[in-house]
């Protein structure tokens, strides 16, 4: 069966300093990676999503980007944090091809302070 | 772009009752919908998924419908109970399937 890790599970970081969110996705090959932030009282937003290893796609322009250097593992970065990167962040895996059914990981607690 | 409504926004019924939530959106090319579960602090939950050419799913207690043309959907559930207490989100694929939009979800408390 397929499972999908986020790490770490919270974080609490000061302004201007960097992050580095991490998800990884077990039992199947050439997956969809997403990742959604989902601030306090609003709905999930569409960050990054990736097709295949070094593809990535941006939704929004923002302070962070996204790497898939293998083709099961997404990871999210910045170089420097701002007090609006906070929020909940959530990666999620979709099979590529019908019915395309999305699936999210534990998600990400991020305070910035 | 594509934009996810849902309505009602917060909803409370008293255990037992049947209720139905609203998703709405706006560009009808769509791959196929969504319906999720999220208990505070934590992820999400698929509950039900419906192709773009089928018009309702059933899991148990839940109904899910599809009116692709008029951007419409509905979650049906049934004789609801203190453990359906979350929040539902929908979301709809872009027409290729790699592109998720949600909407901002209803909260729904299930008074015992």
Redesign the interface.
């Known amino acids: 069966s397929q499972t999908i890790h986020q790490w770490p599970a919270t974080l609490v970081q000061p302004v201007g300093s960097p992050l580095s969110l991490e998800c990884t996705v077990e039992g199947t090959s050439n997956p969809n990676l997403y990742w959604y932030r989902q601030a306090a009282g609003r709905g999930l937003q569409l960050l990054f999503y990736s097709v295949g290893i070094g593809q990535i796609s941006s939704e929004v322009p923002q302070n962070l980007s996204a790497s898939r250097p293998q083709d099961r593992q997404f990871i999210l970065s910045s170089k420097k944090l701002l007090l609006s990167d906070s929020g909940f962040y959530l990666c999620a895996w979709s099979v590529i091809g019908d019915p395309y059914e999305q699936y999210f990981g534990p998600g990400t607690r991020l305070t910035v302070t | 772009k594509q934009e996810?409504t849902q309505i009602p926004a917060a909803l409370s019924v008293p255990e037992g009752e049947n209720l139905v939530l609203n998703c709405s959106f706006t560009d009808s090319a769509i791959?196929?919908l969504?319906w999720?579960r999220q208990d505070p602090?934590?992820?999400?939950?698929?509950l039900l998924?419906i192709?773009s050419s089928q018009r309702e799913q059933t899991s148990g207690r839940l109904n899910a419908s599809l009116d692709k043309s008029s951007g419409r959907s509905t979650l049906y559930i049934a004789a609801s109970q203190p453990g359906d207490s979350a929040t539902y989100?929908c979301?709809v694929?872009s027409d290729t399937?790699?592109?998720?939009?949600?909407?901002?979800?209803t909260s729904l408390t299930v008074i015992p």
Do not use: E, M
Not at chain 2, 41 to 46: A, C, E, I, M, Y
Not at chain 2, 97 to 105: D, E, V
């Open positions: 996810v791959y196929n969504q999720f602090g934590k992820g999400l939950t698929s998924l192709q989100l979301a694929s399937g790699n592109q998720f939009y949600f909407g901002t979800g």
